[in-house]
């Protein structure tokens, strides 16, 4: 069974991604080895995804797993893309890297300010 995408209207799509169980995301050596492969640690994805992020893009896995794909910036500024999923009553973590030209861009423009990003948020470091 092939899976479905859409993507999402950023204009509606602003979003907090928490864990319903209140434990924050969900690690494990599977997904920290794979983030390790982008240059990333887990601190850096969860302020990136806990952090006002913007959820630019859903889609349903030939398994009919649920994925998002959220923008988000870390601590210093450089903003991450992190794909996670619901398992159970956690948030998962399924991949991040660092966000692309167009997901930037999508970041920038949901949240509206010079070049797209509020006032408050930190340069785009690439």
């Known amino acids: 069974m092939a899976g479905?995408?859409?993507?999402?209207?950023?204009?509606?799509?602003?979003?907090?991604?928490?864990?319903?169980s209140g434990g924050g995301l969900?690690?494990?050596?599977?997904?920290?080895?794979?983030i390790a492969r982008h240059?990333?640690?887990?601190?850096?994805?969860?302020?990136?995804?806990?952090?006002?992020?913007?959820?630019?893009h859903y889609a349903v896995t030939g398994s009919g797993e649920r994925r998002w794909v959220s923008v988000g910036p870390t601590s210093t500024g450089r903003r991450l893309a992190g794909v996670?999923?619901?398992?159970?009553?956690?948030?998962?973590v399924?991949?991040?890297y660092p966000a692309a030209r167009r997901l930037q861009a999508a970041y920038a423009k949901?949240?509206?300010?010079?070049?797209?990003?509020?006032?408050?948020?930190?340069?785009?470091?690439?």
């Not at 859409?6 to 319903?20: K, N």
């Open 4 to 20: 479905t995408s859409v993507d999402l209207d950023i204009d509606v799509s602003m979003t907090y991604i928490y864990s319903p």
């Open 26 to 34: 969900e690690w494990d050596a599977s997904n920290v080895t794979h």
């Open 39 to 56: 240059g990333l640690q887990p601190g850096d994805v969860e302020h990136a995804l806990t952090n006002d992020p913007v959820t630019v």
């Open 84 to 92: 996670w999923t619901v398992r159970g009553a956690r948030v998962r």
């Open 94 to 96: 399924v991949t991040a």
């Open 110 to 126: 949901a949240k509206g300010g010079r070049d797209g990003a509020s006032k408050t948020d930190p340069p785009v470091q690439d």
